[in-house]
């Protein structure tokens, strides 16, 4: 009558798996799932460190070799919070091993090595190993609800997309230079760790692809003190030494889709006073929404086919028992926060892999905004369009 | 084939007069009225500064002497843009001449004046003479489509009005001692000048009545330095002495009105940071609008027929050719501004007054306003709930 | 070397209880804490409703006798989170137990209860047993940050206290007769479940008391359907029978304070179109901030010593690891949500029973709102101001 | 002692013609100038037309050759309010009759008539004859305040620059074939219409010039109605004859400035719920401003220099007297429309003209706006980056 359980074993308890330990601390407490999630490994490299993180975080043991985690029958999900550079390596060892991957985002820091491990996706898929790719932002209630606004049509045929993702975190030429800022551990930029986010969503929101690009990449601060602490996206100075920035402060393209629509992308961490501002803006023929992640709670809904003297912009609080996610939560007006998007998260790929459905987005899903992704650094290093391949 | 003409003589050129001055140039030039107005005689009490008053604001003749004015054949309307404790002297003095009277709010400083000035605005309307208050923000295009929604019953029944006038002008204790500040010219202070406004508003838009109040009125600073120059709602101090301030800086009331809504009014000078914030709420059983003129092209509406995972309020941008006056002016989202209020304030004037029907506000309504702010003086000095006279 | 325990036994398991166990459950996995909390014991009526709570919501046992739980040496706090009527039975039991207790607003049903808990709290205090009132709001950070700015003087004199609480989950004729709208259970209606609310939070934003009150309360709807099931504001209607609505819709009042500011207060549930639009405007002589809970994230402060031609109400993400309680949470702009306000209680609560030092807001804070609640009931009874008893 | 005067003689009285009319009518009322305008000839080529709109708009002549206006001593500026096919003949000629011009925008249609214009106006420019291009935004007071603070360097050095001019009036692929959507008369588009108004602006704002773009340009519907009666922006369909569409609906483009500074600019006519959405957001490294012109009244500026726990983007309503173009206006919060900018367009220019200095924008800059439009024609016909021809 109990219901079964899903073994979790964690790895890397930076930011990431702060919220993470929070999405699966809380998963089961609000939602009515086919399985029960055990924080059974918390995984990291420094044994210290790894004990006062699993305690604070709630996981019942630690461990600092993830290949070791695979051979043992406790655990079924291997949770990749780490870099985008070690990747590749555990969710591919992990899927061979019969694990269930769910993979932080962006998939990977090169398209081969997406390739690779959607390739290993795909063979795990036929014997029931199920692996997603960790967009959050597509569970934002306000999101999902945006998707289904879409998907029935009443935003009829889409023209624009315009998705931006601000930040101003590294504004300071005195900030250190932190991993997130050099291209061996995070692969690129902005353009990855944001751009991936508006790229996969801008897609998803209209259910079309991007075909093809014309990008800018620009760096405005090339040289910056080495970092020393770090937590989240704040970190100290660590000396006087300085080193070189490999990766992009700001990524623009414009774009085409397949089904006619035209979009403009911006990620930067330099939009002094925006903090997390993820929005995008998609207008059709029929209507438009709007959404900006600081206020998450609120989609906007423009309907185009009311009187135009009554229509307009309408701003719904996207917390109805009806909308997505909600009937687990609060009453209407009692807003949810960033990390509940993390809850959303795990509460899919929980379902899914309770009852045998491949969860999205697919590591073939973080593969394509990869190739979107890559084609921007193509286009912004020859100085024309790039097609995205297929 | 010529329109008839209207002589317009306008008495009083500061603040108002500057504002009715370019309403009185423009309305012919954007609506297609039955009759064209002259601007034809500026009359004030300081000769040099009338004459040059009058070359700044485009009237054909100065005069001194506003019952000199009464004799002209050539002078239709008296227009009254002088403190309110004059209005009731003139306003009588135009209605028993035959001259159409359009009078600024408040109406008069006392009630026995209000009562006079409508009962010989009764008399004069048996001859055909038509006069109105100047209560302009009527002719908001926003509040006047606003009306149109009540009207036509899309909030249902009325459940709440919450009403505010909020400025923050006289923040300053060093602010000089204005006449808008002095019992004995202004009549009160932020209770006549802009609780008035929403007071009439209110009742207008919801077409009811204020039956009774609970008021509170209060004088933060008692003391100001006599006052020097002084031009719209700006001025500077004419030196060390002081005065007493005998007007209200701010003034709340809660309200009940005849068909079972309650409302809540406040009208202060001392909001710092509002400028003129004046803006309503009303809540029905099928919807909700609200404004605020700070942001005076935009209405808000929440149609709560809608199914509730869609419903939201919506920033209607009321610059639509089907809008209340918009027809006249620009494509939409091309934005009007405050003095437009009162264009459509004169548009409304001409019209009634060339087609002979009375125009509204009549200075009944203006008299009722003046009942309901009574109310609240006495309901403030006896500390009890007051009924509002019939 | 471990961090001492404290057992935590919850009384009731509905809204409330729903949210208190999410912040039991998350308070040290992100606060460093000088205890750690156990969640022992969930105690309710219903056995077999009762153990599925406490399965979901993560409790160790269950029990439906809460005095026997006053007895129990694992239990050192009674957190109650049952409608007002049973709050002082409780409290006093286990206050005079040595329990420390958590009390969920409003503090009781009536004057005397909640007199009775405070004697009771005082006494207790004496042992070294802790007690505090739930007021939630005043931990949202936005809200906590505005108080340090006021306690600054940022704000200079408190001129104006601008404070709503608005809902629509009532508006329809047909929602059902909840526990909430009947007076023997809930006490008041919008007065006390969400006028408390913002009752207490002026008071604790500008550090000063309301002195007097004319108030107005008003009751739409009088007769409803009895209700069936219902979970947190949500219910259904349990049959053709109806019955009388007992307690208010909407509750008014305005207010002076011991320092001179005035202010206006608004309750209401008929507000069509508000969720859970909890806010605040406070003016003073030198600055405003203004806050609503439907964006809880957002402070909004107006500088008014700045060049008026620079000077605004200026949007301030409440995000930032220097704001309060935010070291805890999540890089800038990525929000929190209304469980967090709860988190924080428990944070605040633990912190001070651990260190043995008096919570804020105690029982005391929480007599004086019911003592203003109780002069708005006599004022909308009697027609006239009522004056807050000390 | 009476001022010089000035005689106007106006070309074209459709949507521009109308509200030049108002500013030229308005300003020497508002503004104290040295010298006084007159509205001399309106001229046209529909001579019953235009005998209507003279007396409408209020204009002392009529004329249908505007060649004969040249020689008339009476008339000392020509003001184009003309198609773009229309501009070059016009102003070249006017001003080697030694009259002043102002020009609407775009300046020309095609870079070989700018390049004439521009060199007509610097001949003639050495003969005291002065010469401006319309671009009215430029007066927005908010706009005009912007740019006081980045000269200030209040915004330090600029990193992004992102301007939008989002309309939705043809989104109905039955809206007629207007002219607007003629290449031989409009020239083009969505990207010569409403791109040039912030292809200017933004250059203006930052002080600094475009130096290459990427360029997308689509037109989503490509046979339209033929068009019948139309009025500002809104027509009706002529029968069911259709024809070809053959400008842009859409335009957009990356840019890099010399300075260093990256931006993204999009123009269309196709953003469904937007109605006249010109905006900018400008991200320096000292602080950002925010604008969009349907709230034109507002300028949002985050000083970046301020303490991160109290900053954060700040409204600030452009009403004070201190604010540019204001001090001729209404008390603060007495908000100004979209004629006001042609108002004060007209203010410059007529102080320009009587002080003998050169009034801005130039032609020149309006040549350069037209290189950038031009680049940007070439990059999206030829799919790679474009450098702006200095």
Redesign the interface.
């Known amino acids: 009558m109990s219901k079964p359980r899903l073994g979790i074993a964690m790895i890397g308890y930076a930011?990431m798996g702060r919220?993470h330990?929070?999405a699966w601390?809380?998963v089961n407490?609000f939602f009515?799932l086919p399985a029960e999630v055990d924080k059974t490994v918390l995984c990291g490299r420094s044994e210290v460190a790894l004990k006062e993180a699993a305690a604070?975080?709630?996981w019942a043991e630690t461990a600092t070799d993830w290949r070791a985690l695979l051979e043992r029958d406790d655990i079924d999900v291997i949770d990749i919070c780490t870099p985008g550079s070690s990747h590749a390596e555990i969710a591919v060892a992990a899927l061979e091993a019969g694990k269930h991957v769910l993979c932080e985002k962006p998939l990977a820091n090169t398209l081969a090595e997406a390739e690779a491990m959607t390739a290993a996706a795909d063979a795990a898929r036929g014997r029931g190993v199920r692996s997603m790719v960790g967009f959050n932002y597509r569970r934002v209630p306000a999101l999902a609800?945006a998707r289904q606004l879409i998907a029935d049509g009443r935003?009829g045929t889409i023209?624009?997309v315009?998705a931006?993702y601000l930040?101003?975190?590294i504004?300071d030429p005195d900030f250190p230079l932190v991993w997130r800022l050099r291209k061996e551990v995070a692969g690129s930029g902005a353009l990855g760790d944001i751009g991936a986010h508006i790229a996969d969503l801008a897609q998803y929101l209209v259910d079309d692809h991007i075909t093809e690009v014309?990008?800018?990449m620009?760096t405005?601060v090339r040289e910056r003190p080495l970092a020393g602490e770090s937590s989240?996206?704040?970190a100290s100075a660590g000396g006087a030494a300085t080193g070189e920035v490999t990766v992009d402060d700001?990524a623009?393209?414009?774009a085409?889709f397949g089904g006619?629509a035209?979009g403009?992308f911006?990620a930067?961490r330099?939009?002094?006073?925006?903090?997390?501002?993820m929005g995008l803006?998609i207008?059709?023929?029929?209507?438009?929404i709007a959404f900006d992640?600081?206020?998450?709670?609120e989609l906007w809904?423009?309907d185009?086919t009311l009187?135009?003297?009554?229509?307009?912009?309408?701003?719904?609080?996207v917390?109805?028992?009806?909308?997505p996610y909600l009937a687990a939560w609060?009453?209407?007006?009692?807003?949810?926060?960033?990390?509940?998007t993390f809850t959303h998260e795990m509460r899919d790929f929980v379902e899914a892999v309770a009852t045998g459905v491949d969860p999205r987005p697919s590591f073939a899903d973080g593969l394509q905004v990869q190739r979107v992704l890559d084609a921007v650094e193509t286009s912004a290093a020859e100085?024309?369009?790039q097609a995205v391949e297929r």
Chains 1, 2, 3, 4 share one sequence.
């Open positions: 930011f919220v330990s929070q601390r809380s407490r009515d604070t975080l709630g609800f935003l023209r624009h315009r931006h930040q101003d975190w504004v014309t990008a800018l620009e405005f989240g996206l704040s700001a623009l393209f414009l085409r006619g035209i403009t911006e930067t330099f939009a002094t006073g925006r903090k997390n501002a803006e207008n059709g023929a029929r209507g438009s992640f600081e206020s998450m709670n809904f423009h185009h009187d135009p003297a009554e229509a307009g912009a309408r701003r719904i609080l917390t109805e028992e009806t909308h609060w009453p209407p007006g009692h807003v949810l926060g960033y990390e509940h100085g024309r369009w």
